[in-house]
């Protein structure tokens, strides 16, 4: 399927539900466990309408200038009010669920080049705010204000909204993948910090699957439990990552230096992978 310029549009209370969940994507503290029943079965009008209300969330809410405008005045040497960093914070969420949306649903489970690059990009300058680096700083914020630009921006709006999804069979192909990727990182002894980035995309992807689905369907129980459960394993990944970054700004630690997964996390990891393997969830 590829969109077209009408896209199906959804109740304000249904974005509302999804920014509740996108700030407790990353919520440590519950872990009662996954549903041991199914949440409604994933349709291609799932696959379709997931896709939808992400893109309307992005769409919604904020505006190129004062996106540019934020990064312009941190790159002026300015510092964030509280208000400004959690706009800042805002936006950037609305952009990483985006391209989780992306890489899962389009067909080729990756995001368009130009939104990629831009989404990283604030994750970066993010970091170089939140870290004190002025050299991370400098040169993604100067690459920001490139791609930020009004030619770049509707270039890249336009291929956001015409988009090849893939079919009910490739997605949960794709997702049966990620499970198959997911229980053999896991079950190593140590991860390099690519590799447990790499387990991280997988439950960030994962978690966003179901903070849609439990918007779209509020009564549907399972799938409020199921991203709860993943918004878990999500913060307490966010938090060993967060640690990874700044000994990596700060020189202390290599980025890729291996380590073992936390106790806590590889525990909820085979918690997970033996449910989709059983069947029980249906990623």
């Known amino acids: 399927m590829i969109f077209k310029t009408r896209l199906k549009t959804f109740s304000a209370q249904a974005v509302e539900l999804l920014l509740t969940a996108l700030d407790e994507d990353d919520r440590i503290g519950d872990a009662s ?56 914070k805002s936006i950037r969420a609305r952009f990483k669920h985006l391209r989780f949306a992306q890489r899962l649903y389009r067909r080729q489970h990756d995001s368009t080049r130009l939104f990629k690059l831009i989404t990283v990009f604030l994750g970066h300058f993010q970091d170089g705010f939140r870290y004190g680096n002025d050299q991370t700083l400098r040169l993604y914020g100067t690459l920001l204000t490139v791609l930020l630009s009004r030619p770049l921006w509707a270039l890249m709006r336009c291929t956001l909204r015409h988009t090849r999804l893939d079919n009910l ?37 994962q978690v966003s699957y179901y903070d849609t689905l439990r918007s779209l369907y509020p009564a549907d129980r399972q799938a409020y439990q199921t991203s709860r459960f993943l918004a878990n394993i999500n913060g307490l990944m966010g938090q060993r990552h967060d640690g990874m970054v700044a000994d990596k700004l700060a020189g202390r630690r290599h980025y890729d230096t291996p380590d073992a997964l936390d106790a806590a996390i590889s525990q909820q990891l085979r918690l997970l992978t033996e449910h989709a393997s059983q069947g029980l969830v249906p990623v």
């Open 33 to 88: 466990g996954l549903p041991a029943t199914l949440a409604a079965p994933c349709t291609q009008a799932t696959i379709e309408d997931n896709y939808a209300l992400c893109l309307q969330l992005w769409e919604q809410g904020f505006t190129r200038r004062e996106l540019r405008a934020l990064v312009r005045k941190v790159l002026r040497g300015a510092t964030l009010t509280e208000a400004e960093g959690m706009r800042y």
């Open 169 to 205: 069979p490739g997605f949960m192909r794709h997702c049966q993948q990620q499970m198959h990727e997911l229980r053999t990182l896991s079950m190593k002894p140590q991860l390099t910090g690519s590799e447990f980035h790499d387990v991280r995309k997988i439950i960030s992807q």
